[in-house]
């Protein structure tokens, strides 16, 4: 049903702005229980898509799903080298465990056999930056299965191959433990870390999610267009 529902917003059956059918109405269509339709509905107005108002119902979000033209993805060597330091990085390769609860959710995923992790540092005049976990789904983006250039993060691929129809971001304080980037940032589990966390989507899906711990005193601000 989810899925449903963000194909008719992405083909303009359900505009920006508009008010889409009840959960009753929904339930009925779709043969279901109300509580399930509520479920999903819940789940895409905590994301941003929809805006739910009581006794007035759900509605498109002016900004959701093809309501605007591609998004720009922050670039970390535009932002580094934008400051004037000189940027490099170094990829750590594929991370083979399952992927987390939280992530499989976020994506809105329930194969992890689908979701990949990739690993990588990054660097600001030769001092390192931040450690760089992300997950993608294989599926969605079948070219970051071949082997990239030395000289082009996935980050740079991601934001010169894919257009990008929403970007989700939010910070948070935590310790390098919780984040499991203790060795990659070569510290104690316990030092605190700086977590910028964005998600992307290209057409209906989520597609690709990045975690970025950066270590205490290192910042890195970006915008999106």
Same mark, same amino acid.
């Given at each position: 049903m989810r899925a449903e529902i963000l194909r008719r917003i992405s083909d303009g059956t359900y505009a920006p702005g508009t008010l889409i059918p009840t959960e009753q109405e929904l339930?009925?269509?779709? &043969? @279901? $229980?109300?509580?399930?339709?509520?479920? $999903?509905?819940?789940?895409? $107005?905590g994301r941003g898509v929809l805006q739910r108002r009581r006794r007035i119902g759900t509605r498109v979000? *002016?900004?959701?799903? &093809?309501?605007?033209?591609?998004? /720009? *993805? #922050?670039?970390f060597r535009e932002a580094i080298e934008s400051s004037g330091r000189r940027f490099d990085s170094s990829y750590r390769g594929r991370h083979r465990a399952p992927p987390p609860a939280?992530?499989?959710?976020?994506? +809105?995923?329930?194969?992890? &056999?689908?979701?990949? =992790?990739?690993?990588t540092l990054f660097y600001a005049d030769g001092n390192l930056l931040c450690a760089e976990r992300r997950w993608h789904d294989s599926a969605a983006l079948p070219g970051l299965d071949i082997e990239l250039p030395a000289s082009t993060t996935i980050n740079e691929w991601i934001a010169t191959n894919?257009?990008?129809s929403l970007i989700e971001q939010n910070v948070s304080a935590r310790t390098a433990g919780d984040m499991q980037v203790e060795t990659l940032l070569g510290c104690e589990p316990g $030092? #605190?870390?700086?977590?910028? =966390?964005? @998600? +992307?989507? /290209?057409?209906?899906? #989520?597609?690709?999610?990045?975690?970025? /711990?950066?270590?205490? &005193? =290192?910042?890195? +601000?970006?915008s999106i267009a």
């Open positions: 339930a009925a269509e779709f &043969g @279901c $229980a109300r509580a399930t339709v509520n479920r $999903a509905l819940s789940s895409l $107005a979000a *002016l900004n959701a799903l &093809g309501a605007s033209s591609k998004r /720009a *993805l #922050p670039v939280d992530v499989l959710a976020v994506l +809105f995923h329930s194969d992890p &056999g689908r979701i990949v =992790e990739t690993r894919v257009p990008i $030092a #605190p870390v700086l977590v910028y =966390e964005t @998600c +992307f989507w /290209a057409g209906t899906q #989520p597609v690709s999610l990045a975690r970025h /711990a950066f270590l205490p &005193g =290192e910042t890195l +601000f970006t």
